[in-house]
């Protein structure tokens, strides 16, 4: 399972961090990355950290302003993101693949910035 929090309303050039807490399975053998959802859009990826921490990726619209970590001893996974537009609201998905490629999904936290 895996539960997002940390959204909300913010400024535009703002910064809010996100989490993600997941539950159950190797937590240190999955990918886990962020995905966003923005109304009447299609989800579209936003950053991924590999098993172990091994490489980052980055959506180009994202690049230098958003950061993801995780945490393998606490099963916990992070986006800070900084210089926030508004063009960055959305709902915001963490979402983790096991080494069988079975996908995992939370609900999802709102993500709003105001110009």
């Known amino acids: 399972q895996l539960r997002e929090s940390g959204g909300g309303l913010v400024q535009t050039g703002g910064s809010l961090q996100l989490s993600c807490a997941a539950s159950g399975g190797t937590f240190s053998h999955y990918t886990l990355g962020w995905f966003r959802q923005a109304p009447g859009k299609e989800r579209e990826f936003v950053a991924v950290i590999k098993w172990r921490g091994l490489g980052t990726d980055y959506a180009e619209s994202v690049k230098g302003r958003f950061t993801i970590s995780r945490d393998n001893r606490e099963n916990m996974v992070y986006l800070q993101m900084n210089n926030l537009k508004p063009e960055d609201t959305a709902i915001y998905l963490c979402?983790?693949?096991?080494?069988?490629?079975?996908?995992?999904w939370g609900q999802g936290t709102q993500v709003t910035v105001s110009s």
């Open positions: 979402n983790a693949v096991d080494r069988a490629g079975k996908v995992y």
